[in-house]
């Protein structure tokens, strides 16, 4: 089954601490991204790829840290100094040979902070 | 700033009608324009991506760009009850960033 994999999909934080939300493909897929939706609003970035050992800031990077090791994986940080974490995180990956511009979405981690 | 403007609705057609949602962006130079569906709770699903101006036909939708007027719009004809979700307008920009409208939220009423 080809795909994008998330985990967990629900997810409980504490105040303070740091939690790492997974993503995986095996599209091949060369740029991968995190983005950030609360209710009622759109889609926000918050970190791309676009090769192994590359990313950049999305619009709201801060609080979030990725890394990006191997091409399937690129895993998201949301550390205690991200002040409203609570909200649905998707991720997407992008590439291959055939529409190279579309974006294909996981299932999402829903996060809450208690 | 990139912008991606699309009425929130709620928008409500009777089964078998024709939905058409519409999406202005602010940047001249994009190239790239995708609709995806979103059903509550999930992730969004593309429907269609569409690059050039003109009409894009899939099935039962319709994407129709018009570069010179910054806007997108996606037609649904013979509405059904399961269109019922709220629809993303996306577009990707120079580079390789892809911003998004808020959505618009769709009800098919049987």
């Known amino acids: 089954d080809g795909g994008i994999t998330q985990s967990p999909k629900y997810l409980f934080r504490k105040e303070g601490q740091n939690v790492t939300l997974s993503c995986e493909q095996n599209?091949?897929?060369?740029?991968m991204y995190w983005y950030r939706q609360d209710p009622g609003q759109g889609l926000r970035l918050i970190y791309y790829s676009q090769i192994v050992n590359d990313f950049q800031k999305g619009d709201i990077a801060e609080g979030y840290s990725v890394s990006r090791e191997k091409k399937e994986s690129f895993p998201l940080t949301v550390t205690s100094a991200q002040k409203n974490p609570t909200a649905f995180y998707l991720c997407?990956?992008?590439?291959?040979?055939?529409?190279?511009?579309?974006?294909?979405f996981g299932p999402g981690t829903r996060l809450t902070v208690l | 700033q990139k912008e991606v403007e699309q009425n929130s609705g709620p928008l409500s057609v009777p089964e078998g009608a024709i939905a058409s949602l519409n999406c202005t962006y602010s940047d001249r130079v994009s190239q790239s324009f995708f609709w995806y569906r979103q059903y509550s709770g999930k992730s969004p699903e593309l429907i269609m991506s569409?690059?050039?101006?003109g009409d894009k036909e899939d099935g039962r939708f319709t994407a129709q760009l018009n570069k010179a007027s910054q806007y997108v719009s996606l037609l649904i004809r013979d509405s059904q009850p399961s269109d019922s979700a709220t629809y993303l307008c996306a577009v990707k920009y120079t580079g390789n960033q892809f911003y998004f409208g808020t959505g618009t939220s769709l009800t098919v009423i049987p």
């Open positions: 997407a990956s992008r590439g291959g040979l055939v529409g190279t511009d579309t974006q294909y």
């Open positions: 569409i690059y050039s101006n």
């Open positions: 599209l091949n897929h060369d740029a």
